[in-house]
């Protein structure tokens, strides 16, 4: 671990911002506008530094795994953008309002309503967690031997479609797997890669392909409405279903908003919307975008498979009107997807991301680019050559950034990755670790300690070990294994 002294001030880079498109396009030189959060503060949480001494025992303790670490023990908190979200004071008097009857809660009826209207999909079916209705989905569409392609694999989602006898097959576009590819969107699908699996397993084999919008694992990055409508026409003529993973479609469209041509003129809502009417069902974790603490849900338009859907969800997560959710929870999270879609809240949402990406490359940093939706990703592999993949960098960026700061980062590289079928490590073109930014929680001055740290890390990367398992769960291996460092 890095013992660094060298401290580099980044308090310089300018305080205000282009537009986060300006950002993320070398060359183009439009108007300087500043932007602030549409929202003012009503309530704080405090927070408080630890002393270098209790960070170390704390990584230790927690065999070098930030998850594992207390929450107690973090300064700033960039784990994950899942279910950490503030709610707004609207959403807090919507949780007064819950009707906690076990069936035909009317919060239940409220959300559906609101899923139709601002995603078009007909029929809802709640779950505790996006994985609960991944799970669903899997059991329903998947049979042993198929095959699932997707724009990249999300770690929980692969685990179900493999669980439900279906092996992956991932058809990104090849610039999703290169950090310093500036394609606008890398969330794209690549149409040979399809053909070729089409033509290897025939299309019989392929139950659906889920598509991701703004694609965790590839580092927040878009898919195009141009290549969703492809991909529509594609589907349709081999007639191949499409699952939307939307858990973060309001940040997809506002890039597409801010990117594609002949889009900066609709709504980021309007986007939203024309996104999910080009799929056939999707899948929510509405701990991301809706800006709830806890919730899912599965929608879709199909009535036979929403009557098979409610058939499994009694068993797995409860009544087909609750689904694991207080009615309370479903009320928040109806009001946290009409807030979620507002153009002022997406403008501030990723203007903040891209505020700390951008002092991040002034300095220098690895980064994957362009900027994507929810988190800046550092290219562990280019900031830590020294360390082998095999030793997971990532990982041992992510301990050593907690140890210099007290920020608490994320592990996206080897160890998510996991084992294939035959218990072989994956070894990902990708080892990344991921700053992670809380939906309306942090301020700027956050941003630019995280900066800092980052760089102090950075500048003593060579002091950095690499990392061993001395425990090693059998799947989602990344949440729980725990870690000593190489000698
Ligand atoms: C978080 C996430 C999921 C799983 O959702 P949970 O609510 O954590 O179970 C699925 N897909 C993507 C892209 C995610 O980010």
Redesign the pocket.
């Known amino acids: 671990m890095p013992q660094c002294s060298t401290v580099v001030s980044v308090h310089s880079i300018a305080m205000s911002y282009h537009s986060p498109f300006s950002l993320t396009t070398e060359g183009e030189s439009m108007e300087k506008r500043s932007w602030a959060e549409p929202y003012k503060i009503k309530m704080v949480e405090l927070i408080k530094m630890t002393t270098k001494p209790e960070r170390q025992a704390a990584i230790v303790e927690a065999g070098y795994n930030t998850f594992l670490l207390k929450s107690e023990d973090v300064y700033i908190d960039l784990l994950t953008d ?1 279910g950490v979200g503030a709610m707004s004071d609207r959403q807090w008097a919507g949780m007064m309002m819950g009707d906690e009857a076990y069936a035909g809660s009317r919060n239940f009826y409220h959300l559906q309503q609101t899923i139709q209207s601002y995603y078009s999909y007909k029929f809802t079916v709640p779950t505790h ?3 609960g209705a ?1 799970n669903i989905l899997s059991q329903l569409l998947i049979s042993e031997g198929d095959y699932v392609p997707g724009n990249m694999y ?1 770690t ?2 692969r685990l179900h479609q493999e669980l439900a006898g279906g092996t992956f097959v991932d058809v990104i576009i090849d610039e999703a797997y290169d950090p310093s590819s500036k394609h606008p969107f890398k969330g794209n699908v690549d149409f040979d890669k399809l053909d070729r699996l089409v033509d290897e397993v025939g299309a019989s084999r392929i139950p659906y392909i889920c598509i ?1 919008t703004c694609v ?1 694992m590839a580092g927040g990055q878009p898919i195009s409405l141009s290549n969703l409508n492809a991909l529509r026409v594609w589907c349709d003529k081999h007639d191949i279903v499409i699952v939307h ?1 939307m ?1 973060r479609v309001a940040e997809n469209a506002y890039f597409i908003q801010q990117r594609e041509e002949g889009c900066d003129s609709k709504t980021v809502r309007q986007i939203v919307k024309e996104i999910c009417e080009l799929t056939d069902v999707a899948t929510m ?1 509405s ?2 975008d809706a800006m709830v603490n806890i919730g ?1 849900f599965l929608a879709m338009n199909d009535a036979k498979l929403y009557e098979r859907a409610c058939e499994l969800v009694v068993v797995y997560e409860g009544l087909h009107t609750y689904g694991g959710m207080a009615g309370r929870d479903m009320e928040a999270l109806a009001i946290g997807i009409g807030e979620s879609v507002q153009d002022d809240h997406m403008q501030s949402r990723v203007g903040q991301v891209e505020y700390l990406w951008r002092q991040l490359d002034s300095a220098g940093v690895p980064l994957v680019r362009p900027c994507g939706g929810h988190a800046v990703f550092l290219d562990a592999q280019a900031i830590l050559p020294h360390i082998p993949q095999e030793q997971f960098p990532a990982q041992a960026l992510a301990a050593s950034l907690y140890l210099e700061s007290g920020i608490r980062a994320m592990e996206r590289g080897a160890v998510s990755a996991g084992r294939d079928k035959s218990g072989a490590n994956h070894l990902p073109e990708l080892e990344l670790v991921r700053l992670t930014i809380p939906r309306r929680v942090y301020t700027q001055a956050h941003m630019d300690v995280t900066a800092e740290s980052v760089i102090r890390v950075m500048n003593c990367a060579d002091q950095v070990k690499g990392l061993r398992f001395t425990y090693e769960p059998r799947v989602l291996r990344f949440f729980q294994a725990r870690f000593e460092e190489c000698t």
């Open positions: 899942s967690q996006g994985r991944e999300f929980t989602t991701a965790n993973d858990t974790s701990k991301k899912g």
